[in-house]
């Protein structure tokens, strides 16, 4: 947007979160357009050809066309919305003979979507350095879009049984029509209030794009091999690392009974992530609050492994709570909630970045510590009402 297109800081910023709320918001509708319309494999492949026609929309723009690049944007944000909630779909309807191994499952599927946030920048930034041009990373984003879809091709027939629309058991198997309206009610109230919680969490994680990157870029010793935009490569690094040892620590408790409920998982995710933001606040205290650079860059490392261990806890184990609890006709529908609070959050995160030049650093890294908290203690109020549907 700065070197191809000539946006200034300002237009940079409104477009950035107008995208990524878009892209966390549009999944309400996805949701029902799978639950309702089209199935959930009809819908996912729309989403992967909307977003492989918008990165070719990007690669063609230029800074005398503009309008190729809002189109782009436009399409990849829906296209996103619509794709990645009926993925979470699929992957909880994939459980439900063994929904015992669905947080297990969406860990998994958590890993594999981080594979892609690793990967996906590093093409780029190698295919950038060859050919010394953007826009060839846009090309191959449109290419790697329709490989998915063809080998979504091949392996539809292991999924089509869990697609709500196409499977020829999956009403006769889930009665939708018996659910009691008042455990309806319940179960949406629930969901509702975990969807409230998790925008609080999503407040402190989006620091990352933003006071998170200033401190690096403001208040931590500069390495040529480590800028500030360097830093976030270690949320996905991290995913990829602590997951395992997580899956086989929980899969050895849940053999002995004694695996935490998908609620007391977020519970502890909460806190670990008040702890990441406490590290910070420590950080900041011991730099005088100051925007000189001085700081160790273990002081942002420590903190986004911890950081991402929260997110290991919450992000996933959301996701597999709602395929838990949504009650089966508006599954989708219920997942877009899910990802509307991200929305909700990353967005409000944005407004809270705005503090960061007028309060202390210490004092602003506190303050998302002390929001953590009380997210866990809303999760402690209501863990009698989270545990009774997350069996």
Known sequence: MEKALHFDDAKKGVLYGLFLFASYAFPLFGGWLGDNVLGQLKTIRIGAMMMAVGYVSLALSSAENHVLFYLGLALIASGTGIFKVNISVLCGNLYRAKPQLRDAGFNIYYMGVNVGATLGPAVATILGIIFDDYRISFWA??????????????????????????????????????????????????????????????????????????????????????????????????????????????????KSSREPSTPVKIFLGLLIMGFAMFIMAVASWMGGNADTPIMSPMWLINCYLVITLAEILISPMGQSYVSKVAPPKIQGIMMGGWFASTALGSLSSGIFGSFYSRLSHEQYFMLLSWLSVFAAVLVLLFMKNLKRFAN
């Open 141 to 254: 984003a449109a290419m790697g879009m329709c490989l998915s879809l063809i080998i979504m091709q091949f392996g539809q027939k292991n999924l089509i049984e869990v697609d709500t629309n196409q499977s020829t058991t999956w009403h006769s198997e889930t009665p939708i029509g018996t659910m009691d309206p008042k455990e309806f009610r319940q179960r949406i109230w629930t969901l509702c209030a975990l969807f409230f919680i998790a925008a609080l969490f999503w407040v402190p994680f989006y620091q990352n794009g933003m006071a998170l990157t200033l401190f690096a870029d403001r208040s931590t010793v500069a390495y040529k091999f480590l800028r500030p935009e360097t830093y976030l490569i270690f949320n996905a690094f991290f995913i990829l690392v602590l997951t395992p040892p997580l899956l086989a620590l929980f899969s050895r408790l849940r």
